[in-house]
């Protein structure tokens, strides 16, 4: 699947080059559409001059059309090139491929763009855990990202924590910050169904920020014996910068907004003369293609992942996965997810159809 120009999708057939050294040939199964970063790429939104995806090998190369992108694919292995190879590279707990070339049917977890079949080295492939479907698996990308927003923002006993757009990483960080026990918990955002998926997920209250809901309920919801606080954590995940600046207008003094939207080419315009300064609020750039330098002593990706697949196993994804569409019409959910965003959550390629 290729974006051929911004708005613009293409599904293709295209010759695939010889394997390299000891790659597998995976067969697609499922692959999630990112309806954050996906759409920047869809919308012609990315600043130029940047890698597509620099931590994601084949995605290093700068941002032009056409263009190869995506980076959650769940398949199984349907062909080894070097079996020996393959056998050498694989671990005794993961369940080796024979010299032979016995079937392997597990399934594996790749950072991969949507393709049907593609080539990749075993330490590319995450195998799936025993009794996480394929679908599920597709959204480990986002608790990936869900657990390094939690990391980032270290919240506290008895904190007050604001989750700002309750799209799929903002639901997925608000089941995990629900473990923790805080004051508060206020999942933000104009949808309806995502609202109440929150409170399923441990949301204490959830707010709609255009709304009777707005700014003043907020802040009652964060008063304490009619004093008001602020807001200790607030995650700002919603992709529109004008929530931003709402963050800093509700954040209390020495608080932190953890900024987990990537803005693309849009423009953030903060007011920042105001409680801003005095209040010694602290921004933090999360992002999980990297750990939090503080953090790299004993935090490695691995365990990191570890505990993304375990948030995974305990979450309800039927309810997460709002759409799946066959491969074939990839051009209609992404225009579903531009055009009618409030109707989506997460949406998957199937290529089972």
Known sequence: ML????????????EMAPPQGDELLIETVVSAISAGTEMLFYRGQVPAGMAADSSIAGLTDEVRYPLKYGYACVGRVCEVADPLARQAETTEADGPIDAAGAEDTRYYFAFHP???????SPQALLPVPEGILPRQAALLPNAETAVNL???GAPLVGERAVVMGLGIVGLLTTALLAQFPLAALIAVDPLPHRRRLARRLGASQAIDPGGGDGPETLQEALADGGEQHGVDLIYELSGQPAALDAAVSAAGFDSRIVVGSWYGTKPATLQLGGSFHR????LISSQVSTIAPQLRGRWTKARRMESAWQLLAKLPSEELISHRFPLEQADEAYRLIDSCPEQTLQVILDYSF
């Open 3 to 14: 974006f051929t120009a911004p708005g613009a999708v293409e599904v293709c057939t295209e």
């Open 114 to 120: 949507h393709e049907s079949h593609f080539y990749a």
């Open 150 to 152: 939690v990391m980032d």
């Open 279 to 282: 209040n010694r609020i602290r």
